[in-house]
């Protein structure tokens, strides 16, 4: 076993590195200050929108740039005592009370979220926010917050759309939220077993390329991979895109370490085991609510000689989710399997650069006259991406079963080309959603699981109960869905919504949402594939995993935290 230090690739922000250097979001929307969405290169964009959901960006106003200093942030009520024994636990300047870094705690990046933040309508701050060093610090922290019989929130990227980390609106005792930013480093990588342990406050990118470097990649790429961390991957059960070859976090993760209030839960990373029900399972997608997770063996891969994505297209939609199904079935072993309604379709093409965007890739060509020599109505047309990665003949060999079997299905293969820009964008996209709301529109997504032979038919139900919702709210809205993250028996819908808001934001968000997570249950799928179950998706979870299911999840986290103080009201509502 080759057991070895990874070097520290950032000596500034090594372990250690004082909480004001932890990065974070924008207190109100995704990602870091002056980045965000413009549609002035993308010609196609604001017709489009005009269609979609009725909204005329030439002459919609665009709403102010969100204030701090208008924002009304309760005071802390962290009790001289809890603050004295947290500064006791990490040192004075790793524990914080000033309003932005409790208000940038406050919440995930849910539209819920965004709505409220931009609407001054902050229900419940954390009195204090505080950054461990070590694992050591951590429990130091754990236990003042335990003893004292404060709320403690683990806080990671602060990425999460289901509500997980807010403190409840009624909570009276005062909320820690431990920030575990400073834990970012890659500890070991034992090269023989393809295992690394990590820290698990590393965001994507810093362990990432602390892999990298040694060849090694983690294969986790969640479209929020700039923003969030092993740990939160972890507690919320994330799936990244390239989850077909690599799998999700729950089978990436392999080993352990919990910080609870009577010790650390230490899980070693074995490749199997049969010792009872799975101590680890019960951690991954646990929300913060049995512990701190402070770091992770995880799989690591070397990383592969070539990787390419090819686009296709298919006439329509019933032909590339059959297509995708038969790849499942095939021999084939790939990174990336996914397809696009013709609504997200349209979108990508709306969206792309008229100078070297799909619209000119589709326009540019002769595609658009051979499509229609087939027959197709390119108003049905669904474009698809498929992710080949490894040695040059395994990358050979993939394509031509793949082409094969698209072909099979009616479909055509379009190069690289699609695929490169796909790439390159997919990290951008979540920056619509602001721009969205600076407009007066929400944009949001649901996702969801189910076997393929009820794949069509929970795409059938979402889609009616979305335009029902529409028409109960008054409104033009818009749905569209790709396929990805495909396994044996079935494979991952995500669905994207859209429309203008009325004069009740969160009202109409809940009938839209409601009616598509009601449609999921209804058709057979899963409440959440990959976002967890946080606050916004606990309505649903017992007619998701039966009233039993419930409670023996209620039973572990009652006996686990008999004081409700780990993340309370988390995943059972
Ligand atoms: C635009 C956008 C795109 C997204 N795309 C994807 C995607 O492709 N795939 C996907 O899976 N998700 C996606 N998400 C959702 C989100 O990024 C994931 O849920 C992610 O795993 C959250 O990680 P985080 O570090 O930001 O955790 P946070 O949001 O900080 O926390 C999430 C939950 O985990 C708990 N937690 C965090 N760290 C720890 C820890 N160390 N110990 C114990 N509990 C902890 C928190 O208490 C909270 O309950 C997306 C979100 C957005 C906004």
Redesign the pocket.
Known sequence: MTLTDVPNTDATSGPGRPAAEVPHMKWWG?GVEGVGFHHEDKPAFAPFVLQAVGLDLGTATKAEAPSFDGLDVAPSVATPELLDALRAAVGDGNVATDDLDRVVHAY??SLRDLVRIRANAIERTPDVVVYPADEAEVGAVVRAAVEADAVL??????????G??EALPGETRPVVSLD?GRLRRVLDLDEDSGLARIQ??ALGPDLEAQLNERGWTIGHF???FT???L??????R????QSDKYGDIAQIVRGLR?VRAGGVVDIPAIPSASTGPSVREMIVG???RL????EATVQVHRRPEQRRINAYFFPDWAAGLAAMRAISESDAALSVTRVSDARETGFSLATSKESHGLSKFLSGTALPTIMKSKGWDLERICLSFIGFEGGAEHVKRQKRLVDAIVKQHGGMGVGTGPGVLYDQKKFDT?YL?DFLLDHGAAGDVSETAAPWSKLAGVYDGVVAAAEAAYERIGTKGWVMCHLSHSYHSGACLYFTFAFVFGDDPIGEYDVVKGAIQQAFIDHGGTISH???V?LEHSPWLEEDISSEGVALMRSLFTAADPGGNF?PG?ILG
């Open positions: 995704w995930g990046k929130i683990p806080f990671g990227g602060g990425s999460n759309i289901a997980s980390l575990v698990a406050g969640p479209d929020s923003h969030s961390t740990g939160g991957w972890i507690a919320t994330s799936s990244g895109m919990v646990s929300e913060g512990g701190v997770i402070t979540p959603r990959h976002h967890g946080g993340n988390k």
